[in-house]
DNA sequence: TAAAATGCGATTTTT
DNA sequence: TCGCATTTTA
């Protein structure tokens, strides 16, 4: 077998990348065309790796460059700070440019932005704060238990997406609809929310993008100065666009407007890496964007620079089969570069020690760990991954954890933060009020909260109301966060963070608890944090209020006013842009932690093989790609499988797999997995059937069913101890195996379970194996029962679904 | 008030 | 199966 990585050569694929003298230099002509493109409306259709990132930055840059436009006249809208902070990074490195001045951001940090500036106008008070998701459900809950209404039947979490898409969907309650008891009573909680909300103080993610865009709608004099501001807007990921935020960039640059105004609006997006359907995304707003604008320049970029051709060939013709597409092919001057390899394994036991074999073999090739992807479609399949990589002792990271702004330690640190800025937020009064424990229970909590609501006052406020006791040690509180204010009054953040560790108790609760010791690290982090966000990260990107008009004579390059006491201006305070009011450092570090979660845990810095779903893969590439449990019902999803919208996206979310790779993609299947505690039996994905043979090369024979061939053979390596070094024909032993207690992989793969059913013999049928149905086609025999007429079995058809037969009546004929 | 017991759900996720 | 959130119990 010649699947040893060190038997092929891993040169870099053919790269644009060239000494640059010019921003223009070495662009391909779609490229050159769509930096360069007029100022009028312009789509831009970019394939996977074509460099879209470079277009967006070099046309960014040659625009400044050229004079067509100054940084104020700038806006480019993102998804993810990630991609926000790339095109900042690359921009600069393009050209020397106050990047401050330009409105470079995602959806939700830019109209944090604009809310900041006219906080006023959009009915917020001055410090408003952010909810992120927890937060959004818990103060969601409070509402339904203040109703006193059914959790059981309005389920938080659920109600929290109904309010979500209805504001994604421009709805306030009285914009709704209800016809039905439940939604009725969704759109009343609905209506309680925003009101806590604004008794509150508090907006939610929905809420930013929703509040700015009536803002614009409903105040012509505003609308009309960030559309003649804004000269050129340039929309990242536009398939990904919602139909709020569609609206909102409407507002900035109105269809009939561009173009005629000379204001040019650039959406670059990629119809085939639509994946996220689910939460509101709307693929349909690029041919409505390329029809309400009249646009006239639709530019396709299909040279990819990532990988080579057989990956390429694959994934086209994979999303050929889709029928809702703009059209579009990649091509690539890199040669067709190795096949595709596809395994197919016994057990998601066996996948996983097969893949991590095959990961050690390519590191020792000379691939470094963090170029080695394993994706797979849902979280619950990394189990078994993460537990044989570290029963080996493979470094790994897997993406999709808590984040660092998400941990309980950090968000309880910042409850009390928040409510030094503001002590009406009743979600962090909440958290906190009783953490560490001082005595606050329950019932306490109950006749605050009844005092609150029949006054209409924040908890805060209603601390007098409740008597005894109870009321003294809630009065307790109300000073501790009263005193705590006064104590951090002119501290600067850092200090003011190391003053609430201590008074709030955090820091000593964690260091008596035998298991804090961490969680003091993290708070240790929220220190460092702090300080990196006020000295280097460019303090106030987020809550900074930028002058409404471009950039005044008096503001400094970084966005700080002329003219303030030093103190004041060397605190990083910023002026408000209208009133002149201060916005304190405090305030925007807060704001910058909602918008921004942080990264996930995981050690960073070591090479560490790199375990996440697909959907979290995208915009990512590596040299090596794994795509493991390609099996029907997971990858396509059986929950997308009812309409053909969802398996396209299903078929699209494959593309974007299928495109991370550069050198060398792996496909694998199995056909037991064990899921939710029970093994299931799987077919192999439809897929397969979509792909090209050419692209491909099955280093496990085609259509072979379990025990049987070659799955037998190997079995028998497997338990023979020789493991998959003889199969695969890795050479030598990998270090890591030299330590025995580490070697769990050892062990035959097979589930005892499976091994008992195999044995569970019915007139050639066996359980595992492969079957045959006239109707139905292939399909895994998963359950033999009863004898003779009452015969039974069950079959896993995939795409038909998991169906009883009468062994009587169905005809079934083993495959081998 | 904290530990133990029980119940529930289980694609995909950024802000 | 297993992680979590909530409820029960000492």
Not at 617 to 626: I, Q, R, Y
Not at 636 to 650: A, F, Q
């Amino acid at each position: 077998m010649n699947s040893h990585p060190s038997d092929d050569l891993f040169g870099a694929p053919a790269a644009v990348a060239a000494p640059q003298t010019g921003l223009l230099k070495n662009l391909n002509p779609e490229q050159y065309a769509a930096v360069t493109a007029p100022a009028e409306p312009a789509l831009i259709l970019a394939g996977a790796g074509s460099g879209k990132t470079r277009v967006l930055t070099t046309r960014i840059a040659w625009l400044l460059q050229t004079g067509q436009v100054s940084p104020g006249g700038v806006m480019a809208v993102t998804f993810t700070n990630k991609a926000a902070k790339e095109m900042i990074t690359r921009l600069t490195t393009m050209l020397p440019v106050n990047v401050r001045g330009m409105w470079i951001g995602t959806f939700h940090g830019l109209c944090n932005r604009f809310l900041r500036a006219h906080w006023k106008l959009a009915g917020l008070p001055q410090g408003f704060q952010i909810l992120d998701a927890s937060d959004t459900v818990s103060a969601i809950k409070r509402v339904i238990k203040a109703m006193k209404l059914d959790e059981e039947r309005y389920v938080p979490k659920q109600v929290s997406w109904f309010i979500a898409g209805a504001k994604e969907d421009g709805q306030r309650p009285g914009d709704i609809e209800a016809w039905d008891e439940q939604t009725k009573t969704q759109v009343a909680i609905y209506q309680a929310y925003e009101d806590q909300c604004a008794r509150e103080g508090v907006v939610d993610f929905a809420e930013l993008m929703l509040r700015s865009y009536e803002l614009l709608r409903d105040n012509l004099a505003l609308r009309q100065h960030y559309q003649q501001r804004f000269r050129h807007i340039l929309v990242d990921e536009f398939q990904d666009t919602n139909k709020l935020q569609y609206a909102w960039l409407k507002m900035f640059a109105p269809p009939g407007n561009a173009g005629g105004s000379g204001q040019s609006v650039l959406a670059v997006g990629d119809d085939d890496q639509s994946i996220y359907a689910f939460r509101g995304a709307r693929v349909g707003n690029m041919a409505d964007f390329e029809r309400e604008y009249r646009v006239r320049n639709v530019i396709k970029l299909e040279q990819n620079y990532r990988s080579f051709g057989n990956i390429l060939d694959a994934a086209n013709e994979l999303i050929s089969r889709n029928s809702k597409r703009l059209g579009k092919t990649l091509r690539t001057e890199a040669g067709p570069g190795e096949p595709v390899r596809v395994y197919e394994q016994a057990s998601d036991f066996a996948e996983a020690q097969w893949l991590i074999e095959e990961a050690q073999a390519l590191h020792r090739g000379g691939i470094a760990r963090a170029e080695i992807a394993v994706l797979y479609r849902s979280n619950a399949q990394s189990r078994v991954i993460e537990s044989a990589l570290f029963n080996a002792g493979i470094p790994y990271r897997v993406y999709g954890g808590l984040r660092f702004f998400e941990r309980k330690e950090v968000k309880d640190a910042l409850a009390y933060l928040r409510l030094i800025e503001n002590p009406h937020d009743d979600t962090s009064f909440l958290r906190v009020v009783n953490f560490p424990a001082r005595g606050i229970g329950a019932r306490t909590i109950e006749l605050l909260q009844d005092a609150a609501r029949s006054s209409g006052r924040s908890l805060y406020q209603s601390v007098g109301a409740v008597a005894g006791a109870a009321g003294a040690k809630l009065a307790g509180f109300a000073n501790l966060v009263d005193s705590t204010r006064n104590l951090t009054q002119g501290l600067n953040l850092r200090k003011i963070i190391e003053e609430v560790l201590e008074t709030s108790g955090l820091n000593e609760f964690y260091r008596n608890d035998k298991d804090g010791a961490e969680r003091l690290e993290n708070l240790g982090e929220l220190i460092n944090a702090a300080e990196a966000f006020v000295t280097q990260e460019g303090f106030g990107r987020d809550a900074v209020a930028l002058p409404v008009d471009e950039l005044s004579p008096g503001t400094l390059s970084d966005g700080r006013a002329e003219g303030l006491p030093a103190a004041v201006a060397q605190a990083a305070v910023t002026p408000d842009a209208e009133t002149g009011e201060i916005i304190s450092p405090l305030a925007a570090f807060l704001t910058h932690a909602a918008l921004e979660a942080g990264d996930n845990q995981a050690q960073a810095g070591q090479d560490a093989i790199q375990l996440m779903t697909v959907h979290s893969a995208k915009g990512l590439e590596f040299d090596a790609v794994f795509i493991t449990g390609l099996e029907e019902g997971l990858f396509p999803h059986e929950n997308s499988l009812s309409d053909s919208d969802g398996l396209e996206e299903e078929r699209r979310l494959m593309y974007v797999a299928i495109t991370r790779a550069r050198q060398r993609l792996y496909l694998s299947f199995c056909q037991t997995r064990m899921l939710h505690g029970q093994t299931r039996y799987n077919i192999k994905s439809r897929f397969f059937d979509e792909l090209p043979e050419s692209a491909l090369k099955w280093l496990t024979p085609k259509n072979q069913g379990f025990g049987s061939g070659y799955a037998k053979e190997y079995q028998d390596a497997w338990s023979r101890g020789s493991g998959l070094k003889s199969m695969v024909g890795a050479g030598n032993r990998p270090a890591w195996n030299s330590n025995p207690q580490k070697a769990a992989w050892v062990e035959p793969p097979v589930p005892a379970a499976m091994v008992k059913k195999v044995d569970d013999e019915h007139g050639g049928l066996r359980v595992g194996k492969g079957v045959f149905h006239t109707k139905f086609g292939e399909g895994v025999l998963v359950t033999l029962e009863g004898k003779g007429q009452d015969a039974r079995a069950q079959v896993n058809f995939g795409r038909h679904g998991l169906k009883w037969l009468a062994l009587s009546v169905a005809k079934l004929t083993p495959i081998d």
